[in-house]
């Protein structure tokens, strides 16, 4: 159960941000009893509860008013704000402080024998990814007519599987699309973690527990540097 009165903090249950973001959660002095099976986590000694989702969920609970803040990557952030708007819906966010972990970029890459020139090389080829949206405005940017093959996951595998001739999908050290044959070959965007607040009315009491966690986070990021 959670409480209205308590402020709802999402982060991504597991993957590259969980791990920041509890990190940075316990440096701030933020106390959690973490039960493994359950969705939400409750401070013991701040009114916060935590809530653990999969982390392309994290933007829209936010826009939608459903959390207070959310631990996110720009990356999703930005390509739920793509998919909302085609959709006629409302983004509304604001970014409380960009984070010094979850740095990523969002790159296509090719089979190793496939030659890659520049954006046309793609013309008529199937780019498989997770992120459709991005990948599409770079395609419209470059006037480049390929299309965009969404895969929730597995994404490395379709140039093997003979689904995409190549992907679009993150790369941090680049050992998947290694150990994949794969070689990137065309950055679009550029991503990090950043916590987001909700729009809208915020209880007095909220607001005032939000305004004393941000200090301790740029003390928490400024002792690291
Ligand atoms: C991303 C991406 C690759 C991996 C790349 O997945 O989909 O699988 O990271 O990282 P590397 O370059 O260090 O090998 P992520 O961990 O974000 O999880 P998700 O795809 O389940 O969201
Ligand atoms: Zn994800
Ligand atoms: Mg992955």
Known sequence: M???????????????????SMKLLKAIGVKLSIRDRLLIAHSTNLPIDLLQVRDDDIPGLVMDGVVDLGFIGENELEEKALERAAAGKASDYDVLTKLDFGDCRLSIAVPKEMSYAGPQDLAGCNV???????????????????????????????PRAGLAEAICDLVSTGATLEAN????????????????????DMPVAKQALIDKLMPRIAGVMQAKE
């Not at 709802?8 to 920041?20: D, P, T, Y």
């Not at 395609?139 to 597995?154: D, E, H, P, R, W």
């Not at 794969?182 to 987001?196: D, G, N, R, T």
Request: charged residues 25%; glycine residues 8%.
């Open 181 to 200: 044959g794969l070689v990137e070959v065309q950055e679009i965007f550029q991503s990090k973690a950043v916590l987001i607040q909700r729009k809208g």
């Open 128 to 158: 498989a990814t997770t992120y459709p949206y991005l990948l599409e405005r770079f395609f419209k940017q470059q006037g480049v007519n390929a299309t965009a093959l969404m895969l929730t996951g597995s994404v490395e595998v379709a």
């Open 2 to 20: 959670t409480d209205k009165n308590r402020l709802r903090i999402a982060v991504q249950k597991s993957g590259r941000l969980n791990e920041g």
